[in-house]
């Protein structure tokens, strides 16, 4: 007999999907860029002339970044050179601030596009710069008892084999 599906409850998530509905052409990041003077209370970072840099509302963790152009393109390909060279000295700024304000190790960065890929705002692309830390959980300790294991148990076991000829393990 099969077990029965199991339930994965994301309850911050319906705020997420709240969110999405509250502006006015669909699209926050656009409502961002309209809107200057709200920049604080929208937890926009930076401007620059073609993009903006805005704090994730809904982060995977501390600091999760959302790097956007300011035109409403969906799909790199809309992007002119100009855009696209900011975008990813944007990315680049984004780690360096994130290393030196909260000694993040290491980061994830990337881009879903189309809803299908899991873009929750297909239309509008936007780039996520994620910090990590040795230990840090990913994504998937939400699937319930998943674990993310590197490597086979067969390289693992031979990649210990040899590690304990070399240092002459076992004794005795």
Same mark, same amino acid.
């Given at each position: ?51 903006? &840099? %805005? ?5 995977? $963790? /501390? ?7 300011? #035109?409403?393109?969906? @799909? ?52 996520? &710069? %994620? ?5 840090? $959980? /990913? ?7 998943? #674990?993310?294991?590197? @490597? ?21």
């Amino acid at each position: 007999m099969s077990e029965p599906n199991k339930n994965l409850w994301a309850p911050w998530r319906l705020d997420y999907i709240r969110e999405l509905d509250t502006h006015r052409n669909g699209c926050f990041l656009c409502d961002y860029w309209a809107d200057p003077a709200s920049d604080e209370k929208n937890l926009v970072l930076w401007r620059t002339e073609r993009s903006l &840099v %805005v704090l994730n509302r809904f982060p995977y $963790t /501390n600091g999760h970044l959302l790097i956007a152009p300011a #035109r409403h393109v969906g @799909q790199l390909h809309g992007l002119n050179d100009a855009e696209l060279h900011e975008l990813l000295a944007l990315a680049r700024d984004a780690q360096l601030t994130l290393a030196a304000a909260f000694n993040a190790q290491g980061f994830n960065t990337g881009a879903n596009f189309g809803h299908c890929a899991g873009a929750g705002l297909p239309d509008h692309l936007h780039f996520h &710069v %994620v910090p990590r830390w040795g230990g840090d $959980t /990913n994504y998937m300790a939400v699937l319930d008892d998943v #674990r993310v294991i590197p @490597q086979s148990l067969a390289a693992a076991y031979e990649q210990l084999k040899e590690t304990g000829k070399k240092l002459g393990l076992p004794k005795g």
